[in-house]
């Protein structure tokens, strides 16, 4: 037994509220075990896993009763039984990252904008080894790099946090908590950010270095199909309790409790038998709503001391694609592919270098911005990451009415707020939520914020870029269900940029391929995910996680 956690209550004060955020939950974890947590947003999963390490802060958070016992190694290799509640601080900071790691669900915000990821990977090497010279720590950080398949790691390492993709700073903090190669490895929602070739390839690697070292995982994760694939033992999570637990294997075929059966139930393979007999699904009509011609997007790399422009990176190399009205187009491909970036050109969030943009009909490519500012209305975009596209400063009820206000919608400040919080209720949330901060929320209900903020001002195109991978399976079917509902009843467009192939499938009329900046497979999503020509499409759909039903228990 490595950690065993014993009706640990976690209750987090907010005000003279107190959420019983964790409510007496037990389970052990053995050396070398895989442990999985899976549960809707706000269930307790990630407050669980800062509990364990103890990173919750005190002025907010309590343990009225439980124990963490973590059978701590020291450097002469004895072991010792330590109780992470009462342990004093010195020694918990001596544990932490050395013996136990955590990778946190949103990158951009646990890494340091303002030094290189090379420095950040270092400073975690040296403080745990502080012999460790800076030229040995440098050379295991581009190590660890390359083992997390970050391309042209030597170079790379060098690099701030905003150069690199939602996916790649991902990387870059599994390679951070990998470094010291601690005996408990805490993954909160480690794969969100990747496409399924590296998220196959990151599964792989924490595997063999648990192997290898006889490291115990404590994964947390809403993909079934990653469970299936890493998890000895399976603990399903509800409102803070623990409400059924036992092998994956087990819980997979044969769940005891209706949550687990709803969860399953709300696979994308499950959801898909349903679209097949849902004859009003729209299909798109034939005028063109959004049409790029040649576009491309080139980014200068600068050397030297006059800063030269030595070459590009052409994160988008002339794309031509067309979507009609009402359709929903699937863009798919590996992190740093240039999806996001495409996406971003075609709202003119990232200027192009070339060709050119049509929406309904009007060329937008060379519009000034009070040009663009009534178009703004009419496209929208939910980002990737809701923490870093969230104002912290302003309540949801801002967030919410303020694009409102500066548009024109609403006649008063009261029917905006009740518009809001209409939108909200649409998102599965409540309309009290509207006087809370960002921060109050998880990362599942953070997105759901940026899908109502999108849908305030009622926008004929939606740019939504990886808008399900926060969310847990059954919140995820409801916002798919729901934006197919919006699309129906406002002939709504979506550009749907995922690495999801199970939501590609389920929710989309067409599919398009992109690698290294180039779309090299489009058609029709039944087509291309049943008989892929390209070979880069038939890797990338061989590397997605499937949960096999009916395997032997």
């Known amino acids: 037994m490595l950690l065993r956690v014993d009706n640990l209550k976690t209750y987090l004060r907010a005000g003279d509220d107190v959420v019983k955020a964790v409510d007496g939950i037990s389970f052990e974890i053995d050396r070398g075990e895989t442990f999985c947590l899976v549960g809707e947003s706000g269930s307790g999963k990630s407050i669980t896993a800062l509990s364990v390490i103890q990173l919750l802060p005190k002025d907010v958070c309590e343990h009225p009763s439980g124990n963490i016992f973590f059978k701590y190694r020291h450097d002469d290799e004895t072991h010792e039984q330590v109780d992470m509640v009462t342990l004093d601080e010195e020694r918990r900071r001596h544990i932490r990252g050395a013996r136990i790691a955590m990778i946190f669900q949103e990158p951009m915000t646990s890494l340091n904008p303002v030094f290189t990821i090379g420095d950040q990977i270092i400073e975690a090497l040296q403080m745990h080894a502080p012999t460790m010279g800076h030229d040995e720590a440098r050379q295991r950080a581009i190590e660890a790099l390359q083992q997390v398949q970050i391309p042209n790691a030597a170079e790379r390492i060098d690099e701030y946090p905003h150069r690199l993709s939602g996916g790649q700073r991902q990387r870059v903090m599994i390679a951070m908590a990998m470094a010291c190669e601690p005996d408990l490895l805490i993954a909160d929602e480690p794969t969100t950010a990747l496409d399924v070739t590296v998220q196959a390839e990151i599964l792989r690697l924490m595997k063999a270095l648990q192997q290898r070292t006889g490291m ?81 997007v080139y980014f200068p790399i600068k050397k ?60 937008i490519t060379t519009l000034q911005r009070r040009e663009m500012q009534p178009l703004r209305r009419e496209m929208q975009i939910i980002f990737q990451d809701p923490m870093s596209s969230l104002n912290p400063r302003l309540s949801i009820a801002a967030t919410l009415t303020e694009p409102m206000k500066v548009h024109g919608i609403g006649e008063s400040n009261e029917e905006r707020l009740a518009l809001a919080q209409a939108l909200l209720e649409r998102v599965q949330m409540k309309g009290e939520h509207l006087w809370r901060y960002p921060h109050e929320f998880s990362g599942g209900q953070r997105q759901r914020i940026g899908i109502a903020r999108a849908l305030a001002l009622n926008p004929k195109f939606i740019v939504c870029d990886e808008v399900t991978s926060a969310l847990d399976v059954s919140v995820q079917a409801e916002i798919l269900q729901m934006l197919l509902e919006l699309r129906r009843e406002r002939d709504l467009t979506l550009l749907f940029i995922t690495h999801n192939i199970g939501v590609v499938e389920y929710v989309s009329d067409e599919m398009a391929v992109m690698h290294n900046g180039r779309i090299v497979e489009q058609g029709p999503t039944d087509r291309v995910s049943r008989a892929p020509q390209h070979s880069y499409t038939q890797k990338l759909l061989a590397a997605v996680p499937r949960v096999e039903f009916g395997l032997q228990q």
């Open 304 to 363: 030297g001391v006059m800063q030269r422009t030595v070459d590009h990176v052409k994160a988008v190399d002339g794309i031509d694609l067309t979507i009609p009205q009402g359709q929903i187009l699937a863009l798919v491909g590996e992190s740093g592919c240039g999806k996001s970036t495409l996406g971003r050109a075609i709202l003119r969030l990232t200027e192009p270098t070339a060709g050119q943009i049509y929406f309904n009909g009007q060329e």
């Open 216 to 296: 115990a995982m404590l994964f947390i994760t809403h993909d079934f199909g990653v469970v299936a694939q890493i998890a000895d033992r399976l603990a399903v999570m509800k409102q803070g309790v623990i409400v059924e637990s036992g092998t994956a294997r087990r819980l997979i075929n044969a769940p005891t409790h209706e949550y687990t059966r709803k969860l399953l139930a709300s696979l994308p393979e499950n959801l898909q038998r349903q679209k097949s007999v849902n004859d009003s699904l729209h299909r798109g009509s034939d005028t063109a709503l959004l049409e790029l011609k040649g576009l491309q």
